[in-house]
T-cell receptor, first 116, second 117 residues
Framework: DAGVIQSPRHEVTEMGQEVTLRCKPI?????LFWYRQTMMRGLELLIY????????DSGMPEDRFSAKMPNASFSTLKIQPSEPRDSAVYFC??????????????FGDGTRLSIL | AQSVAQPEDQVNVAEGNPLTVKCTYS??????LFWYVQYPNRGLQFLLK??????LVKGSYGFEAEFNKSQTSFHLKKPSALVSDSALYFC???????????????FGAGTRLAVHP
């Protein structure tokens, strides 16, 4: 079974540019999560979707960040315009939401983003 | 408020010795608890979970965790550490969402385990 697939694995771009991160969840999973990991702040939940609908976006740092899930097999996280402080590793995770919510999340290997 | 605490930034242990990585939690209601491991340049990998039942939970790679309700702890353990166990370990608890009980997790800050030959 293929795991969560993220692309690109590495992204280096200049401040002010638009950045789009992509995620393909595990087939059949109906919950999708975007996280950001930095040394200073650790692992932060940015947004999560259930059945393609955003449920909680309280972790999105500001309006420059947006996320979409147009269908069950694809999600994007966009930063526009990007800033150096957005440099981090961004993870996507998916899980199967069941009635008792006891299923683990499965993580992709992340996108390492560097904003110069 | 729901939270997870991992009191140690780093744990050092000699290969072959038992290891413990500590985790305490604070939740409303029954806790669903998880341990994940992160190797360099990789995403988090699920190790084990406690939902209900036996307090000692067994997981991947020989790891186990003990749920202690009175102490609100869920410590990760392994009887004999390997150098290859060196990684970053995260404890997590399911957060209750009043809007529908969705499976959002709250993660601890992580503990770096270093196993020395």
């Amino acid at each position: 079974d293929a795991g969560v697939i993220q692309s690109p694995r590495h992204e280096v771009t200049e401040m002010g540019q638009e950045v789009t991160l992509r995620c393909k969840p595990i087939s059949g999973h109906n919950s999708l999560f975007w996280y950001r990991q930095t040394m200073m702040r650790g692992l932060e939940l940015l947004i999560y979707f259930n059945n393609n609908v955003p449920i909680d976006d309280s972790g999105m740092p500001e309006d420059r960040f947006s996320a979409k899930m147009p269908n069950a097999s694809f999600s994007t996280l966009k930063i526009q315009p990007s800033e150096p402080r957005d440099s981090a590793v961004y993870f996507c995770a998916s899980s199967l939401r069941t009635g008792n919510s006891n299923q683990p999340q499965h993580f992709g290997d992340g996108t390492r983003l560097s904003i110069l | 408020a729901q939270s997870v605490a991992q009191p140690e930034d780093q744990v050092n242990v000699a290969e072959g010795n038992p290891l413990t990585v500590k985790c305490t939690y604070s939740v409303s209601g029954n806790p669903y608890l998880f341990w994940y491991v992160q190797y360099p340049n990789r995403g988090l990998q699920f190790l084990l979970k406690y939902i209900t039942g036996d307090n000692l939970v067994k997981g991947s790679y020989g790891f186990e965790a003990e749920f202690n309700k009175s102490q609100t702890s869920f410590h990760l353990k392994k009887p004999s550490a390997l150098v290859s166990d060196s990684a970053l370990y995260f404890c997590a608890v399911r957060a209750l969402m009043f809007s529908g009980g969705y499976n959002k997790l709250i993660f601890g800050a992580g503990t770096r385990l270093a196993v020395h030959p």
